[in-house]
């Protein structure tokens, strides 16, 4: 580009920002003005910022950033005053059984040499064991106590312990695990379920931590991502009926997440997982648990294996109910023909309708392609407003799901519509997105994350589709705060119930606004990779908005959702940008 060329594109951009700051001088009052250019300071500083921060974690290897992040976190200690300091404030000293099988005697030995360091004491160890070994080894330790049948557990005064934790053989815990775990149900007792990060032990060393999202469902039904450990209240295991031949700790779970809502995640790595690569018998066994699971929650689909650690249920859809697809558009024939073309030869699902919606269009040959359309064609004279123009088109609907499209989309997967509606169906789900992907098979959108300044992104772009991602989350089917709305599938119920996109958000965070507003109801939002679409990025939506308002946007999309500022549900607080370790900053303290 020439020099005259950038001076006189700079000076376009000028004469646009003076004139709209005029005009919010003009309509709102100076202070109001003051208020947006703080703002826009406020965000020109955090995008700096987390610029350098990323940056810096690029240069640091993933290895590296883990092991940065115990230097400083620093959290685990053997120091029996403090422990003992600290249990003395607690308002109650919860009981533990430590539930446990002797499947491996290394392992075993191993684990009962872990907890009998704990710095917490308030706990026994209950060992299910099916071979009745009455000469097992572990009998001359304290603290042991064996059983052959659960029934033992609520039939047994010697059991009348709150909580019970299950613990896998070849988990190693750390001297503060249960004192962990104690704090935690002394500012939260309401937990009924309680689970936390976890980490790998290799060669003596930590690395690969799994950092979770807080409970997520849909997730849950297609990678157990923390059976190995976690704690349960005695008084919902009691209402569990047990398999008399096998623990199985997803069966449990699976159960139990039936029965409650109470399900807490502690955002620490408390455990580590020895190394393991044989995950075969283990799915076999768990995918028979789930599709009991399934039964039971009158879940109509099909259960079939991934790959060696996951599962997908295949959801049955008996009708196909009527879709209404909207796409915004303008002077942008080219790709809107080939989004077109691509719903009518690559969309196997029949029942569906498109309302196409026209903002001030000039170009004689798009005026002459819209007019020659059989698909209905809406005008929308204002200046560009996302919301809007969406909540106009629906308006003109007939159909029981609605999905919203930029024109830059492409069907290439026939089965794409198909694969969303029988997701969308199921009475929990309030929104479903794709996967998106960019001409190179790279992803482009596999659900949206929120920072705590309110920013959104977009993780895992620009790597490949089916490539490795952090812990393989853009392969799997899992919750998410809000999806993008270049392709969004919500009911149309739903979207009246929430009152539909707020015209505040003109350009940006519409779409997460509307699916914040459904999370709110109560709808899970979730992201599914199994079905994937074309999204290049070359819409003109972000070059035909005049509002400048993406600043303001922002202002009032993390003044409503206020929650965001102590981060996403679903994106642990210890990563930064894109899965990154979050290593420059202290994130935990330690629980003395």
């Not at 703080?38 to 290895?63: D, G, P, R, T």
């Not at 991502?225 to 779970?253: C, E, G, M, T, W």
């Not at 408390?270 to 066994?285: A, M, P, V």
Request: proline share 4%; aromatic share 12%; with cysteine.
């Amino acid at each position: 580009m020439s020099k005259i060329k950038i001076i006189k594109s700079k000076k376009k951009i000028i004469q646009k920002l003076v004139q709209f700051s005029l005009n919010i001088i003009k309509e709102r009052g100076f202070n109001e003005f003051l208020n947006i250019v703080f703002s826009q300071l406020e965000q020109l500083v955090i995008q700096i910022q987390e610029s350098f921060a990323v940056s810096y974690i690029k240069n640091i290897k993933k290895s590296d950033q883990y092991k940065l992040w115990l230097s400083n976190n620093d959290l685990f200690s053997n120091n029996e005053e403090l422990a003992g300091n600290l249990i003395n404030k607690f308002n109650f000293t919860p009981s533990f059984n430590i539930i446990v099988h002797e499947n491996n005697k290394t392992n075993f030995d191993n684990l009962i040499s872990c907890l009998q360091k704990q710095l917490y004491k308030n706990w026994k160890i209950i060992l299910f064991d099916l071979k009745d070994n009455n000469k097992s080894h572990i009998f001359t330790k304290p603290n042991i106590q064996k059983i052959k049948d659960f029934d033992e557990i609520s039939n047994n005064p010697n059991f009348n312990i709150e909580y019970s934790v299950f613990i896998e053989n070849d988990a190693i815990l750390y001297p503060d695990t249960l004192l962990w775990i104690a704090k935690y149900l002394n500012e939260k007792k309401e937990s009924e379920i309680i689970y936390s990060d976890e980490d790998q032990m290799i060669d003596d060393k930590r690395t690969n931590p799994f950092f979770k999202p807080d409970w997520s469902p849909n997730l849950f039904l297609n990678h157990d991502y923390f059976s190995k450990f976690f704690v349960i209240r005695n008084d919902l295991l009691s209402k569990i009926q047990f398999d008399k031949k096998i623990i199985n700790h997803y069966d449990i779970l699976l159960k139990a997440t039936e029965l409650t809502k109470k399900i807490s995640h502690i955002p620490i790595p408390l455990i580590s997982i020895k190394s393991n690569d044989d995950y075969k018998s283990e799915l076999q066994e768990n995918m028979e648990y789930l599709k009991n699971a399934i039964q039971r929650r009158m879940i109509k689909g099909t259960l079939v294996k991934t790959n060696n650690r996951n599962f997908r249920i295949k959801y049955q859809l008996d009708k196909e109910p009527k879709v209404s697809i909207i796409i915004p558009t303008k002077d942008n024939i080219r790709v809107l023909k080939r989004c077109i073309k691509s719903l009518k030869e690559k969309t196997n699902y029949k029942n569906w309708e498109l309302i196409i919606i026209d903002n001030n269009s000039k170009n004689k040959e798009t005026l002459d392609y819209l007019n020659n359309l059989p698909y209905e064609v809406l005008e929308f004279n204002e200046n560009f407003n996302f919301s809007k123009m969406n909540n106009l088109a629906v308006q003109k609907t007939n159909g029981d799901f609605l999905l919203f499209m930029n024109d830059d989309v492409a069907a290439i997967d026939p089965t794409w519509l198909h694969e969303l509606v029988s997701i969308g169906i199921q009475s929990n789900i309030g929104v479903v997105g794709p996967k998106l992907l960019f001409s190179d098979n790279t992803i482009q959108h596999a659900g949206m994350v929120f920072l705590p300044t309110g920013a959104g992104f977009h993780p895992f772009q620009r790597i490949s589709s089916n490539g490795k991602s952090y812990h393989g989350l853009s392969n799997l089917l899992r919750d998410c705060s809000a999806v993008t709305g270049a392709c969004l599938l919500i009911k149309k119920n739903i979207f009246d119930e929430v009152s539909g996109y707020d015209p505040d958000f003109d350009l940006y965070y519409g779409d997460s606004d509307l699916c914040l507003k459904v999370r709110e109801k109560g709808y899970d939002v979730v992201y599914t990779p199994y079905t994937k679409l074309l999204h290049d990025g070359s819409t003109k939506t972000k070059e035909i908005s005049d509002s400048f308002f993406a600043v303001e946007n922002h202002r009032t999309f993390i003044q409503k959702w206020q929650f965001l500022k102590n981060g996403d549900p679903f994106y642990n607080p210890n990563l930064d940008w894109n899965y990154n370790v979050e290593t420059e900053k202290e994130i935990t303290k330690k629980p003395f």
